[in-house]
């Protein structure tokens, strides 16, 4: 059973556009939300994260929307540039702190 | 300040036979985790070690095992390797404190099983 539920599984913007990455989880147990970049041939690299107590975390040009009562995040990333051509996936784990469950994760690509 | 370094990068195994993939954690921290990550899927827990004892474990099977080492760098090994074992491993290492907390992956380990 997939416990993130990540959409759409690719994505294409062109380069200034916004890229939205959704994703929904029903475990209400799970308190911490992040996100990871992963391009090809490396290990995933933590983006940006958020927890239930905040509706909304804005870094640079990457922000996370948190709607508790619907169980649903999503990452937005403004003016998309080609280098933000990669892997993204969302992923949740509950406050025990040892086990994240990870979307199926999502391609973009940003053309110029 | 060194991040999370994996060894090796790839690996060539036949099935039945053993392997060993190694992981040195990120400076300061305590916890270690390993990931399974098949071609186009999210990355699956296989279990977390926390001052070398066994903090989790996801729905791998007991020939999924590991260590945990006093300098908290980690070992990930597998027994009767079976096709389906080929991934990409990650390891990934957190610092000391209670509840969720950051999560960095190294570049993770290339299985190949024939």
């Known amino acids: 059973q997939q416990q993130v539920k990540q959409s759409p599984q690719s994505l294409i913007v062109q380069k200034g556009g916004i890229s939205i990455i959704n994703c929904a989880y029903e475990n209400t147990a799970f308190d911490y939300f992040p996100w990871y970049q992963q391009f090809p041939g490396k290990g995933p690299a933590l983006l940006i994260a958020?927890?239930?107590?905040?509706s909304e975390k804005k870094e640079g040009r990457f922000t996370i929307s948190f709607n508790k009562s619907a169980k649903q995040f999503s990452l937005h990333i403004m003016d998309s540039q080609p280098g933000d051509s990669a892997t993204y996936f969302c992923a949740a784990s509950q406050d025990t702190g040892n086990q994240f469950y990870f979307g199926t994760g999502t391609s973009l690509t940003v053309i110029p | 300040e060194t991040g999370v370094t994996q060894s090796p990068t790839h690996l060539i195994k036949t099935r039945g036979q053993q392997v060993t993939l190694r992981c040195s954690s990120q400076s300061g921290h305590n916890t270690v985790s390993w990931y399974q990550q098949a071609l186009g899927q999210g990355p699956q827990f296989i279990f977390q070690y926390y001052r070398e004892e066994e903090n989790g474990r996801g729905n791998f099977p007991p020939r999924f095992s590991g260590l945990q080492f006093p300098n908290y760098s980690s070992e990930l090994n597998v027994n009767a390797l079976e096709l389906d074992d080929s991934a990409l491993y990650l390891c990934?290492?957190?610092?000391?404190?209670?509840?969720?907390?950051?999560?960095?992956f190294g570049q993770g380990t290339r299985l190949t099983v024939v």
């Open positions: 958020i927890r239930p107590d905040v």
């Open positions: 990934a290492s957190s610092p000391p404190g209670w509840g969720a907390t950051e999560a960095f």
